[in-house]
């Protein structure tokens, strides 16, 4: 995407009808009209597609897709699209990398390029001797793995790089013997090709060592191949990042609290795994493992406030493809990747990675200044009026009737929804008896 472009272009995107906003998606270049034909058109309609991705089809679940605005990551511009139902994710989102935009920057890094493929030897009868073996043969074996089923990947420029031999103890009082196999995928997200390399290496494991192999599985806890994202703001007022930095060690020492500020790092990650056909529920697994890596549940991301800087940091297995699986078949991912312009999975990691932290920094603002519940609330008003069975012509007096109440009484409910919508077709209708009265 090309820099400082395209988030001037979209200047007042919330503010345009859908229509007006695929046609700015047309214009900067992020869709093409056939993906505006396709979104208009209700998405996929072929259930031969589904019957490809899961058993006992009856058909899709839809959920709504949006975009961010105003990302710049590592200096280039991106509309990042999202596929979540959450009210107030994609706004939040959209309004706080307007901030870091405006005032500081987001830069990222990725440390290791390989994901990781376990050999499980539960009893291992010699663990040394074994492993002495294995160690020996190590070169033969990657070379061996190299040649059949991680081909593919050596002539793309990946492959196996590594085996390391792991103990574990266990509850018997025995050792377990667990081989970690290296494989750097590329831009495959790589579960099928790792678990194959495995399988592949599973009897020749066994005639080496004499042991018997009983698993073979990827680890989606990769630490071998993380994904750094750092936000700075400059001139942030005092009082502001403070009360972020406090936040953000509460979040840090406090397990109970880290789970509730973990998903809020989730909602602006997952909904870019799902629009792009990714498996969030592998990343998701990964976070939660690497929150877990000192001991004790933490914080994946920290925020720190100093001389009127405020840096915030995150850290975590973000393992993502862009080649293969639903990301090569569903037409919603490819147009997701194309409207980013990733060119490679490490660019998707890079982004996801961003928009966890800038999502975590929104969140920590809205907490510590308005609340959490006026921001998401208002945003909440439409799915109220939608579901007390509100009509186009009565939304926009609702919509004005239950902000009146919500800073009232600073809260709001279905059943207030209701209320406003009785009264407000019963004056209606009050209305129109009116002239026959005179």
Partial sequence: MGKNLTNEALAGF??????ERLAKLVEIGALKPDDVEFLSGGGVKNFALAEHFIENVIGY?????????????DGCDYTIPMAVEETSIIAAASKTA?????????????????????IQIAKAGNFDTSEKVLLEEKSSLIGWANSHPAAGLVQRGGGVRDLQVRRVPTSRGSDMMVIHIFVDTCDAMGANVVNQTCEFLKPKIEELTGERVTMCILSNWVDSRLTRAKVEIFDVDAEVGEKIQEASEFAYFDPYRAATNNKGVLNGMDPILIATGNDWRAVEAGVHAHACRSGQYRSITRWKHSDGTLVGEME???????????????????MSLRMMKISSAEQLSRIVASMGLVQNLG????????????????LHIKNLMLGAGANEQELPIMQRKLEEILQMTKRISLTNAIEVLKDLRMNRQEALREPLRT
């Fill in 14 to 19: 919330s503010k345009l009808t859908r229509e």
């Fill in 61 to 73: 679940f839809q959920m709504p897709m949006g975009v961010v605005t105003n990302m710049r990551v």
């Fill in 98 to 118: 307007k901030w870091i935009r405006q005032c500081g920057r987001i830069a990222t890094e990725m440390v290791g390029s390989t994901v990781i493929g376990q």
């Fill in 316 to 334: 975590a297995p973000i393992i993502v493809g862009i080649v293969g699986g639903v990301t090569n078949l569903h037409p919603a991912a490819k």
């Fill in 363 to 378: 969140a920590l603002r809205a907490l510590t200044s308005v609340g959490i519940i006026e921001g998401h609330m208002k």
